[in-house]
Every structure is written in C-alpha cells, then in structure tokens.
C-alpha cells in the first residue's frame, strides 16, 4: 500500500501501539471501501491494545468488539498480511480481556 502502512506493521509488531495506530489512521483516511473497514479494524486493534497497556481494560474490550467486527469481511490476505491469523489473534485477545486474563502478545504476519 504505502510506507506509512508497512511503518505501522512495523510499530505494531515492536508493541508501539499508539505509533501504530497513527501510521495506519493516515493510510485509512486515504482509502476506499472495502480497504477503508478493514483498516479501520488494524487501527481498533492498535488502540485497543494501547488502551490495555495503560490500564484500560474496559477500553480495550470495547474497542477490540469493534475492531473484530470491522475485520470480520476482510480477505484471509491483505496487504501480503495473514489476516486469517490476525483475527484468530484478536478473538483470542477479546476471550482474555472477557476472562481477566494477561494479554497472550501477537504480531502481524506477513505471507
């Protein structure tokens, strides 16, 4: 896509999530539907995951219930991205937060 989209891979990968999360905004304003949903999910993600880092479970949880849903239509690739996998690794992350549990870390993986 852009440099901006893989800068934000990137960050997500290294847990700067809040970096992430404005790396990938900037490629989402610029896109179109059906792209435009599914990162806008990637951006949930990243924020919710923030929102867990700094002791907002609540947020995450709510943000990651929108996320997941934004990611539900997306291809199982995207972008060279597993998403089959990312999802798995977002429901996994929802069940935690439902459960109280530490967050299991995960990255986006490229095919």
């Known amino acids: 896509m852009?440099?901006?989209?893989n800068q934000g891979v990137a960050f997500f990968n290294s847990g700067r999530f809040f970096d992430a999360h404005e790396a990938w905004e900037d490629t989402w304003r610029e896109s179109s539907e059906p792209e435009r949903q599914w990162l806008?999910?990637?951006?949930?993600?990243?924020?919710?995951?923030?929102?867990?880092?700094?002791?907002?479970?609540?947020?995450?949880?709510s943000v990651l219930a929108r996320a997941a849903a934004n990611l539900g239509g997306a291809?199982?690739?995207?972008?060279?991205?597993?998403?089959?996998?990312?999802?798995?690794?977002?429901?996994r992350s929802r069940r935690e937060l439902e459960a109280g549990e530490p967050l299991t870390r995960f990255t986006i993986r490229h095919l």
């Open 75 to 91: 291809p199982r690739e995207f972008l060279a991205l597993d998403f089959t996998g990312f999802r798995e690794d977002v429901d």
């Open 2 to 5: 852009n440099d901006r989209f």
């Open 40 to 61: 806008q999910g990637l951006v949930q993600v990243a924020v919710a995951l923030h929102h867990e880092s700094i002791g907002n479970r609540l947020g995450a949880k």
